[in-house]
């Protein structure tokens, strides 16, 4: 069955702490794929209630969300089920589906693939654990480390997909980014713990890998160099993020002395009928010399004072 590309579905119950920090999470890829020209129909709240659901399930071809779920059910508002193996597999025909719900993965997204011939699944078939240092709804989730090293995962999965990536390309960002948390975590702390149980427990079922834009990027990737004038050997600065038809790297001038570079870019096509494209080259210029410096004055001790014990120090500083 055909399905409208650039289009997505998102269910977003909001009934308990577990759903609510998800809510929360997917506005972040909501404002990410309308950025990107995507149709957004957006069940949250009780919109995510089967019949409402039913009611907006048109012609998407991304179905993603948040709830609850266990081998054979995927739930909405109030844990009403919304998927259910062996009756709603032909509902997602020609879609590609991702749900943050525990477990789906065991049962239900593989059958939605192989009866309901759907084109991909990507979940969990572990009952998975994230971590908050802030309640719900309580400033942006990037802010809190521990939400965010679950959330990053989570969310970037789908900016993958906005971005043209394919089910199986996606799939692997999300694991890229799984090891990267883990490998962040404090060793022997229970973040460390449950990164590595819910990334045990990531998974996908695919059958049709072909992106939900519809087309596939042509570009591969994109890396950032720079060089000393009178030097050949180029190094690495980093490999860009696509945002649109821009790719974009940060580079920390202050890793290098100050003086002329060359900064050059690089393109790698996903066909193998194309060559990369040569070192693009731009002459800059460093200077952090000229960087405006904070000032400091002291307040006590006075210039000269004689000091005995304790001593209280007490200075002015400011970076205006």
Not at 30 to 43: C, N, P, V
Not at 163 to 188: F, M, N, T, V
Request: hydrophobic share 40%; aromatic share 12%; glycine share 8%.
């Amino acid at each position: 069955m055909a399905r409208d590309f650039l289009t997505v579905i998102v269910n977003r119950p909001n009934h308990d702490d577990a759903t609510k920090y998800a809510y929360y999470w997917f506005e972040k890829v909501i404002a990410y794929m309308k950025a990107r020209g995507f149709t957004i129909t957006d069940a949250k709240g009780v919109s995510a209630t089967r019949a409402n659901w039913l009611a907006n399930l048109k012609n998407q071809i991304f179905q993603t969300g948040v709830g609850h779920g266990n081998a054979e059910v995927w739930a909405g508002m109030y844990n009403e089920v919304l998927l259910r193996a062996n009756r709603d597999e032909p509902l997602m025909e020609g879609r590609v589906v991702y749900p943050l719900a525990c477990s789906v993965g065991q049962i239900l997204g593989p059958q939605l693939v192989s009866i309901g011939k759907a084109w991909a699944f990507l979940g969990w078939n572990v009952d998975f654990t994230f971590m908050a240092s802030k309640r719900p709804g309580t400033g942006d989730p990037d802010d809190d480390p521990y939400q965010k090293a679950f959330m990053d995962p989570v969310i970037y999965v789908c900016y993958a997909f906005a971005d043209g990536k394919r089910p199986s390309e996606a799939w692997e960002i999300g694991l890229k980014i799984w090891k990267q948390k883990i490998a962040e975590a404090p060793e022997g702390s229970a973040q460390k713990k449950w990164l590595i149980h819910d990334c045990d427990g990531w998974m996908k079922t695919i059958d049709k890998d072909d992106p939900i834009t519809g087309v596939a990027p042509a570009i591969e990737k994109v890396e950032f160099y720079y060089r000393r004038p009178e030097l050949i050997t180029w190094t690495l600065i980093g490999q860009g993020v696509q945002e649109g038809n821009l790719w974009k790297t940060t580079w920390d001038t202050k890793t290098v002395l100050d003086g002329d570079y060359v900064l050059a870019v690089k393109a790698y096509p996903r066909s193998s009928e194309w060559q990369p494209s040569d070192y693009v080259e731009r002459n800059v210029k460093v200077d952090n010399s000229t960087l405006p410096k904070a000032k400091a004055e002291w307040v006590s001790p006075e210039e000269g004072a004689v000091l005995r014990g304790k001593v209280e120090l007490k200075a002015k500083a400011s970076a205006e």
